[in-house]
DNA sequence: CCGCGTTAGTTGACTCAGTCCACTAAATAC
DNA sequence: GTATTTAGTGGACTGAGTCAACTAACGCGG
């Protein structure tokens, strides 16, 4: 569960957002059109051909009223309809010369109604707003569908973030104290603070801009690799992921001459236990331990290579 | 006039988010209030003592129509109301306790909601989309005033924060290389993992349940304090949070019994120096080093307790 | 203090956006 | 070939929101 300020601060922003959008769209109310009528011109225009079915699903609408609506603009002369071949339920709506002059009306209304209130912000200003917009949308928006995933070395940033997503997911979802954090933070840092290039390695896992999963390799000697604080977030679990990673670290070790890959877990991770048992490993031994509070039971993983 | 595909983009977010918020208000179907009802309801539960005239001019509705639903919720028992002593025309309304419930809990389902959705966001990204909300806001609501900032003891996740943030700002802004958040992550790392409640502290700046600034004290023995990884966002800076941080780490380390205070920075860092000027901080030393990269001006500064 | 325009709130009367249900016809599953 | 699902339509309704007309209190100028 999120921050609760954050929530209200969402909640804020929102009630805010209904007010503004509510006086944009008193605009309409100079047309003889209302929301939903425009909302289904704006669609029908921009995809000339859309059905009505696409319409109910995109912009939710009952079929019925939507029906009605249909043919008021068919009587109107706004759009025309015909049965669409592929499926003779089905009809395709076109816009009609009439309708497409009227679409282009509304869109202009609606740009000049946008412009006027940038108009009153300072330069730069819209740009900003627009560049938020963007973010919230890309977020917030599951039809703007996730960028695909793709795996990459470590920068500036990111080992910060494998501290701060770890620390904050094992406390939320099993309850583990600071000292988790504190362990991440000193494996992730001595990574850092001792980097070799040559034996060592971090994944990040990133997805539209966004860090979504990481894996490190150190060096523990003697020809032992160590795969160390595998994680895919939330968001990103179920592409296969965690697999990818761990299949990474394994070209890696063997490519850099390792003898042996090692690694430390909790049986609670089923995920990761699974990802390990595919990909050849063995369990050596367990022992159970209370380092972070709760109790838990600690595994040494191991792959020959 | 501003630029037209980003007044097209701005158009496209609001006819998203006109959709969006349609989705969440249909929640409102399972209880027995309209989307009007509820924005009343939360007026007046969040500003106990309003009048109608008020809520007629801050939810832009109509006079009647409130009148009506004042009347319904009169004769549910959720207000009540009393003439204004001031002026007998308008009236207070005051929400009873069986009205302060209903109105908390579709507060509890908003959030509920809300969290639901950020349920399914990567790790951060719920900030990023709550600061986003309220860069909009900023520049869109005429009446927004910034959330306040509180500061706050460290909770899971934000020492991985504080090694993010300034590891990548100081990439960006310095380009001091991986070798700096190495340090960061081996100073934070070894907080915590050496945590001592009686002599050591950590605030956390938070904005709006976004991260915005943080500050450490540790103990170096000898009755020495040293404050470190004094950080403010670049969205928070100008709000003297910097300063307010510094006068916590002092107020801190004098009533821990430190004899003094003392802080490594940068000589770049001019706002941070301005601060140490003004709290009565001394220069003790400093020397040229190239421990990141770029060279830089390393500063010992001092305060005698 | 009185009139006059204004503001707060109420009621009556209405309308029309949106919903629910039942139905037809085509498509798809089995 | 039958059963089930999907696309679209019309009938019947409801209730959210609007408009106009009204009362009562305020406040300003003379």
Redesign the interface.
């Known amino acids: 569960?999120?921050?609760?300020?954050?929530?209200?601060?969402?909640?804020d922003?929102?009630?805010?957002?209904?007010?503004?959008?509510?006086?944009?769209?008193k605009a309409y109310l100079d047309t003889p059109f209302t929301?939903t009528d425009a909302?289904i011109l704006?669609e029908v225009g921009s995809h000339d051909g859309v059905s009505a079915a696409a319409l109910v699903r995109d912009?939710?609408l009952d079929p019925a009223y939507l029906s009605r609506i249909l043919k008021r603009f068919r009587a109107e002369g706004l759009i025309e309809t015909s049965p669409d071949p592929a499926d003779l339920r089905s009809q395709v709506i076109i816009v009609t010369d009439q309708g497409r002059e009227t679409f282009e009306e509304l869109g202009r209304r609606?740009?000049a109604q946008?412009?006027a209130?940038?108009?009153r912000?300072a330069s730069g200003?819209?740009?900003?707003?627009?560049s938020?917009?963007?973010?919230?949308?890309a977020?917030?928006?599951p039809a703007a569908k996730p960028a695909p995933a793709i795996i990459r070395a470590?920068?500036?940033?990111?080992?910060?973030?494998?501290?701060?997503?770890?620390?904050?997911?094992?406390?939320?979802e099993y309850g583990w104290?600071?000292?988790f954090?504190?362990?991440?933070?000193?494996v992730?840092?001595?990574f850092?603070?001792n980097?070799d290039p040559a034996k060592e390695y971090c994944w990040i896992a990133e997805?539209g801009g966004?860090?979504?999963g990481s894996v490190l390799i150190t060096n523990s000697g003697d020809g032992v690799a160590k795969l160390r604080l595998l994680y895919v977030?939330?968001?990103?679990r179920g592409l296969g992921l965690g697999k990818l990673l761990v299949d990474e670290c394994i070209r890696f070790s063997w490519q850099k001459g390792y003898r042996e890959l090692s690694l430390w877990t909790n049986d609670m991770l089923e995920t990761a236990r699974a990802i390990y048992v595919k990909t050849g490993f063995r369990l050596v031994s367990e022992e159970r331990h209370r380092m972070f509070g709760p109790e838990a039971n600690g595994q040494n993983w191991m792959l020959d290579l």
Chains 1, 2 share one sequence.
């Open positions: 569960m999120s921050n609760l300020s954050l929530i209200e601060t969402a909640r922003f929102n009630r805010f957002y209904t007010n503004f959008l509510g006086l944009l769209n929301l909302r704006f912009l939710q609606s740009n946008i412009a209130r940038f108009d912000l200003e819209p740009e900003a707003a627009v938020a917009m963007c973010t919230i949308r977020l917030l928006d470590h920068r500036a940033g990111d080992i910060g973030w494998i501290v701060q997503s770890q620390g904050r997911f094992y406390a939320e104290d600071l000292r954090e504190a362990l991440v933070a000193d992730a840092g001595k850092l603070a980097f997805r966004v860090n979504v977030d939330k968001s990103a």
